[in-house]
């Protein structure tokens, strides 16, 4: 057995105010959702098949896991079963599936953990589009990668499995992609679409695909644009809410089930503020802090308690703080201004981060701020089963066990099975713990490891 100097960890404990969140951004993919704190760490949940999660593993997390340990992570954006995200620094990183060059690191290999894309420095902006990934850099460049079926809008079909810049532009401002589509702003506020055109989401009045980049109008005064699944969405400077494309399940807000192929204004409201495009449902914020959402509602993806498909925005509870929003596959994510993270629909594998707990909520659920900013060794502490019911099992392996001890506390750091001493395998009664995320702590003077636990 390794003595227990080997095993010697850090895992910084934080006293949480019940009142006080930790939150500064958050990004839904297909069904994974990946955060960053306000102390600069990363976190994610969610299916991991691919090591969407980041976490070294291939295996689903039902409640946040902090992913590595830096504390420098900017922005982030997750789609379909893979993450990109940007440092401080402006280096760029990625992880999850591969299978089509989309990560940028030169193979097809998944990756289940953050890997550095090249050696560039000046990343503005990164966006994962499902299939292939887009970002701009500081000097206003567009760059692209991963699959090119008219992807880029370089009038190519070749598919990159590196970054490459796509014209010789450097006017870029925003862009926002899909898998059949991209939408972006130039810094002149003109709006330029490429790639499928099926139901008319590139908004120049046809359904012809185009493989280079198209105008869109010849307005000026464009704020930002979403792409959605197969349908686009965007705001002008003057608040107005604009849509065009499928329109199916009533993703663009306008009352019908009809698609449109160019830009029509939803409503004759002045006061949008954000706007995001999931596959089949919209979220948007006012610029009173107010929360909105319409389309597809099959999985308490809008938020509003129903189910109900809405054709037209409809106000997501009475909150007037809502600040940040990204609509996912089949679930919703949101920040509110006090910094804590909300969640509802679909939770086929976790994406809601609630620990397993529902199979979906019709309504915004906080996640808490986890306490703990590392949870390891993975290998030298096993909990099973876990989730558990009545008992769970605590198994300390490949170290001496003499000296520890454990602690039980929920996600705000309160102990709720007392510090005692740690048998090699010790059986932990847990009927007085309410259905939750919990976190099991194994200690000595010089040792200490964290893990977390689900009570069913």
Same mark, same amino acid.
């Given at each position: 057995?390794?003595?227990?100097?080997?095993?010697?960890?850090?895992?910084?404990?934080?006293?949480?105010?019940?009142?006080?969140?930790? %939150? #500064?951004?958050?990004? $839904?993919?297909?069904? +994974? =959702? @990946?955060?960053?704190?306000?102390?600069?760490? *990363? !976190?994610? &949940? /969610?299916?991991?098949?691919?090591?969407?999660?980041?976490?070294?593993?291939?295996?689903?997390?039902?409640?946040?896991?902090?992913?590595?340990?830096?504390?420098?992570?900017?922005?982030?954006?997750?789609?379909?079963?893979?993450?990109?995200?940007?440092?401080?620094?402006?280096?760029?990183?990625?992880?999850?599936?591969?299978?089509?060059?989309?990560?940028?690191?030169?193979?097809?290999?998944?990756?289940?953990?953050?890997?550095?894309?090249?050696?560039?420095?000046? %990343? #503005?902006?990164?966006? $994962?589009?499902?299939? +292939? =990934? @887009?970002?701009?850099?500081?000097?206003?460049? *567009? !760059?692209? &990668? /991963?699959?090119?079926?008219?992807?880029?809008?370089?009038?190519?079909?070749?598919?990159?499995?590196?970054?490459?810049?796509?014209?010789?532009?450097?006017?870029?401002?925003?862009?926002?992609?899909?898998?059949?589509?991209?939408?972006?702003?130039?810094?002149?506020?003109?709006?330029?679409?490429?790639?499928?055109?099926?139901?008319?989401?590139?908004?120049?009045?046809?359904?012809?695909?185009?493989?280079?980049?198209?105008?869109?109008?010849?307005?000026?005064?464009?704020? #930002?644009?979403?792409?959605?699944?197969?349908?686009?969405?965007?705001?002008?400077?003057?608040?107005?809410?604009?849509?065009?494309?499928?329109?199916?399940?009533?993703?663009?807000?306008?009352?019908?089930?009809?698609?449109?192929?160019?830009?029509?204004?939803?409503?004759?409201?002045?006061?949008?503020?954000?706007?995001?495009?999931?596959?089949?449902?919209?979220?948007?914020?006012?610029?009173?802090?107010?929360?909105?959402?319409?389309?597809?509602?099959?999985?308490?993806?809008?938020?509003?308690?129903?189910?109900?498909?809405?054709?037209?925005?409809?106000?997501?509870?009475?909150?007037?703080?809502?600040? #940040?929003?990204?609509?996912?596959?089949?679930?919703?994510?949101?920040?509110?201004?006090?910094?804590?993270?909300?969640?509802?629909?679909?939770?086929?594998?976790?994406?809601?981060?609630?620990?397993?707990?529902?199979?979906?909520?019709?309504?915004?659920?906080?996640?808490?701020?986890?306490?703990?900013?590392?949870?390891?060794?993975?290998?030298?502490?096993?909990?099973?089963?876990?989730?558990?019911?009545?008992?769970?099992?605590?198994?300390?392996?490949?170290?001496?066990?003499?000296?520890?001890?454990?602690?039980?506390?929920?996600?705000?750091?309160?102990?709720?099975?007392?510090?005692?001493?740690?048998?090699?395998?010790?059986?932990?009664?847990?009927?007085?713990?309410?259905?939750?995320?919990?976190?099991?702590?194994?200690?000595?003077?010089?040792?200490?490891?964290?893990?977390?636990?689900?009570?069913?």
């Amino acid at each position: 057995m390794r003595s227990m100097y080997i095993l010697t960890v850090t895992c910084f404990f934080f006293t949480v105010n019940t009142q006080a969140q930790c %939150w #500064q951004q958050i990004t $839904a993919g297909d069904e +994974h =959702t @990946v955060a960053i704190k306000s102390d600069g760490t *990363l !976190w994610a &949940w /969610g299916l991991n098949i691919h090591g969407q999660v980041g976490d070294g593993t291939n295996t689903d997390k039902y409640a946040p896991v902090q992913i590595d340990t830096a504390h420098n992570w900017q922005q982030i954006d997750a789609e379909l079963e893979y993450t990109v995200a940007l440092k401080s620094n402006g280096s760029l990183w990625a992880w999850g599936a591969n299978n089509s060059g989309q990560l940028g690191n030169g193979t097809k290999a998944d990756q289940y953990a953050p890997i550095r894309i090249g050696a560039d420095t000046d %990343w #503005q902006k990164v966006i $994962a589009g499902g299939s +292939h =990934t @887009v970002a701009i850099k500081n000097n206003g460049s *567009l !760059w692209a &990668w /991963g699959t090119n079926s008219g992807f880029y809008g370089d009038g190519s079909h070749v598919s990159q499995y590196v970054p490459v810049q796509i014209g010789i532009e450097t006017n870029w401002q925003q862009v926002s992609a899909t898998y059949p589509h991209t939408v972006a702003i130039k810094r002149d506020g003109t709006l330029w679409s490429w790639g499928w055109n099926t139901a008319g989401q590139l908004g120049d009045g046809t359904e012809v695909d185009s493989d280079t980049t198209v105008q869109i109008g010849v307005d000026t005064d464009w704020k #930002q644009a979403k792409a959605g699944g197969e349908y686009s969405v965007a705001i002008k400077n003057d608040g107005t809410l604009w849509a065009w494309g499928a329109n199916n399940f009533g993703q663009l807000g306008k009352g019908t089930y009809i698609k449109q192929n160019v830009p029509v204004q939803i409503g004759a409201d002045r006061n949008w503020q954000a706007v995001s495009a999931g596959v089949y449902h919209t979220l948007a914020l006012k610029t009173d802090g107010t929360l909105w959402a319409w389309g597809n509602n099959m999985n308490g993806e809008l938020g509003d308690g129903t189910g109900n498909r809405r054709q037209k925005p409809v106000q997501i509870g009475a909150a007037s703080n809502w600040q #940040q929003i990204d609509a996912g596959g089949f679930h919703s994510t949101a920040l509110k201004s006090d910094g804590s993270i909300w969640v509802w629909g679909a939770n086929y594998n976790g994406q809601l981060g609630d620990g397993g707990l529902s199979g979906g909520r019709g309504k915004p659920y906080k996640i808490f701020c986890p306490v703990y900013s590392s949870l390891y060794p993975e290998n030298d502490l096993q909990l099973f089963p876990n989730p558990a019911q009545q008992e769970i099992t605590v198994q300390a392996t490949n170290f001496n066990i003499g000296g520890l001890t454990f602690e039980v506390t929920n996600m705000l750091g309160q102990s709720v099975i007392p510090r005692q001493e740690l048998s090699p395998i010790q059986r932990v009664n847990l009927n007085n713990l309410g259905q939750g995320v919990y976190f099991m702590i194994v200690r000595n003077y010089e040792v200490q490891i964290v893990k977390e636990f689900v009570k069913l």
